[in-house]
């Protein structure tokens, strides 16, 4: 009997085991698909803060060749407006930048 007795208990030793190895494995999984998500996500969110820079540049350039005089381009509607949208993006790519240190730091 004793014999029976200690293959049952290996036996539910090992499958817990097993279940353990493969929840950590499946949450593991589930850790690097959110990292690689956000990942993507900044990547996207620098490629549109590059794009603003570029059109606050080019708004200001072609102001200043239109002969506005520089009061003008640093109050332009349309540069406040995008700077605004760059200092949004800036705290987004922020807080996906923590997000993902935090995902890193549980590992």
Excluded at 8 to 36: I, M, P, V, W
Excluded at 60 to 83: C, F, K, M
């Amino acid at each position: 009997m004793g014999l029976l007795q200690r293959l049952k208990h290996d036996l539910k030793s090992g499958l817990a085991t097993l279940r353990l190895g493969t929840a950590q494995a499946a949450n593991r999984a589930l850790e690097e698909t959110e990292l690689l998500r956000l990942r993507l996500e900044f990547r996207r969110t620098e490629q549109e803060l590059k794009e603003l820079y570029r059109d606050v540049g080019e708004r200001a350039v072609s102001l200043r060749e239109a002969g506005e005089p520089v009061e003008r381009v640093l109050h332009d509607t349309e540069i406040a407006r995008l700077v605004k949208d760059i200092q949004q993006l800036k705290e987004t790519g922020a807080k996906l930048e923590a997000e993902m240190q935090e995902i890193r730091d549980a590992e």
